[in-house]
């Protein structure tokens, strides 16, 4: 770790590197090593790697929840200092911390990743937790799975850890105990308002904002354009056109002035069959090569 700040400490004072810096480090860093690094990183990250102590024993037993909750609550506090004085013109620390836990070596399920996701956000204000499918590689140790889970997993813990920051959605609603994974097919924000069709179909012109954002294909900000317009005039079908509404995903579940949703519409089978992903037939012995996609941006 020494070295690694070295490096970070050149950048930013032999070379007067002024771009973004995210050092990582470990839970058993000592304070003057973090507050070393924090001088010269914008982000430090500490990966808890599994949300599950059981499953960090059997494939990583160095590694220890409780050490590195504690380690980020450290790094958290600098933090909170560095900010509050910086009228003070004291010496900067990095303004944010992040980790990492990796999506299919354990028998973990999606709920373990967001409940532990939720966790760090709430106690330790991360700025992200990153989720990275794992990826074996030949002659691995015996004790990691031979195969990779879906891309499309990790994709939707993503989209679930948005719905958690930016929707206000709780962990428990996205999982439940009947559901302790996330739909593969269709996203967690449509997936939940299926679960919940006694809500639907909402009143845009009278739903308050904390409701409209949980209409599928209605993102934040369009929701608050709508709070603005409806102030001076109803909201038609032809506002949601202007404000390119996902009106795919939103027509079931949304009233407006000009739009009651038939009983076919709101079907719950029928809106499920037309939003998850058609059969595909794979040609044989041809590999399949799926991007990977780390975060989601935009409004589901």
Do not use: C
């Amino acid at each position: 770790m020494e070295q690694v700040i070295q490096v970070a400490k050149t950048l930013r004072e032999v070379h007067h590197f002024r771009g973004y810096i995210h050092l990582k480090t470990i839970p058993e860093a000592s304070d003057d090593l973090i507050a070393e690094a924090g001088k010269y990183a914008d982000r430090i990250s500490i990966n808890i790697e599994l949300p599950q102590q059981k499953s960090l024993d059997h494939l990583a037993p160095e590694k220890n929840v409780t050490r590195t909750r504690e380690a980020m609550q450290n790094i958290g506090i600098k933090i909170a200092e560095s900010k509050a004085e910086k009228s003070r013109k004291k010496p900067k620390f990095a303004n944010s911390q992040s980790t990492q836990m990796i999506v299919g070596v354990d028998p973990s399920d999606d709920s373990h990743f967001l409940r532990r996701a939720g966790d760090l956000y709430s106690n330790f204000k991360l700025r992200r937790v990153y989720y990275s499918a794992f990826s074996p590689i030949p002659d691995s140790s015996a004790r990691l799975p031979l195969q990779a889970p879906p891309l499309v997993r990790e994709h939707r813990l993503y989209q679930a850890d948005w719905l958690m920051r930016f929707y206000g959605y709780d962990v428990h609603e996205i999982t439940t105990k009947d559901n302790p994974n996330l739909d593969l097919d269709i996203d967690p924000k449509l997936s939940w308002a299926l679960r919940n069709r006694g809500t639907f179909p909402l009143d845009i012109n009278r739903a308050p904002l904390e409701l409209l954002v949980r209409i599928p294909g209605l993102g934040v900000r369009n929701a608050q354009r709508i709070i603005s317009i409806r102030r001076h005039s109803a909201i038609r079908l032809t506002d949601l056109i202007k404000m390119r509404v996902n009106l795919k995903k939103s027509l079931p579940f949304i009233i407006t002035s000009d739009h009651q949703p038939a009983n076919l519409e709101i079907d719950s089978k029928k809106i499920r069959a037309l939003h998850a992903p058609p059969p595909e037939q794979l040609e044989l012995n041809l590999p399949i090569l799926v991007p990977k996609t780390e975060v989601l941006a935009g409004e589901f």
